[in-house]
């Protein structure tokens, strides 16, 4: 049984939320380490491993769960962005669905 935890991130010190759905992805992947870093601080660093320019990062707001992420592009109005938890869970949804977009990472 697993819950929600709340962690401090390692690189803006503020509190952020391990979900049980994340934990659960942990697990599967076999990591015992809880994460350091909250998740736009996660993909901020991964931004910069990939050479990404933080520039054109955007911040948005989750069409699905309101919550804050960044995007590595500039969203377009009329396209609904999604943060990573929500994007996941969708794609899971849409797994069969071949016309399914590819948008946030
Ligand atoms: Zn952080
Ligand atoms: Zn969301």
């Not at 993909?43 to 804050?68: V, Y």
Request: net charge neutral; with cysteine; hydrophobic share 35%.
């Amino acid at each position: 049984m697993t819950f929600d935890k709340n962690l401090v991130c390692h690189e803006c010190q503020k509190l952020f939320v391990f979900s049980e759905g994340e934990q659960q992805f942990f697990e599967q992947r076999g990591l015992t380490n809880l994460p350091k870093r909250c998740a736009n601080c996660r993909l901020s660093a991964k931004f910069r491993r990939n050479g990404e320019n933080l520039d054109n990062l955007h911040k948005i707001d989750c069409t699905t769960c309101g919550a804050l992420t960044v995007v590595p592009f500039k969203p377009s109005e009329e396209r609904p962005v999604y943060c990573r938890a929500c994007f996941m869970k969708i794609r899971e949804e849409a797994a069969d669905k071949d016309s399914f977009s590819e948008i946030a990472v």
